[in-house]
């Protein structure tokens, strides 16, 4: 192939000054992007709270609280796995997301952070498919 047979979206071949120059200049537009992601994320952190009115899950040892779930710690992390009551397994990317989690979860725990796993399918079919996947998480 000649360089006259390139497609036209191959960019110019430049000299290294010209390089540099377009190099350095995307690097600022990319931290100016970083920036920017930054203080977005500092502004969603800084949204106020609503309360939540206390409701009851049916967990594997029956009902339990909204409440009981945070196990006295400060923060609860929820994983909602999509697996809708007449489906017969569990939502395929929910599937991968728990079964790419970490086999030891005590560093949450270490931390002050609970973890629970929500669903709307009956319990019986979400502790067989918790069984199938050889899920530990509650």
């Not at 930054?38 to 502004?43: F, I, K, Y």
């Amino acid at each position: 192939m000649t360089k006259h047979d390139q497609p036209q979206a191959v960019p110019a071949v430049v000299d290294r000054a010209r390089f540099d120059a377009a190099l350095a200049e995307q690097v600022a537009v990319g931290k100016g992007v970083t920036r920017h992601n930054d203080r977005v994320s500092a502004s969603r952190r800084r949204l106020p709270m609503v309360e939540v009115k206390d409701y009851s899950f049916t967990g594997p040892n029956g009902p339990v609280r909204l409440t009981e779930l945070f196990r006295e710690r400060c923060l609860l992390v929820v994983q909602n796995v999509m697996f809708a009551p007449a489906w017969d397994e569990g939502c395929l990317s929910c599937t991968w997301a728990v079964d790419n989690l970490p086999a030891n979860m005590e560093r949450l725990a270490e931390e002050g952070i609970a973890f629970a796993m929500v669903s709307q399918a009956p319990i019986e079919k979400l502790e067989e498919w918790r069984a199938n996947r050889g899920w530990g998480h509650l």
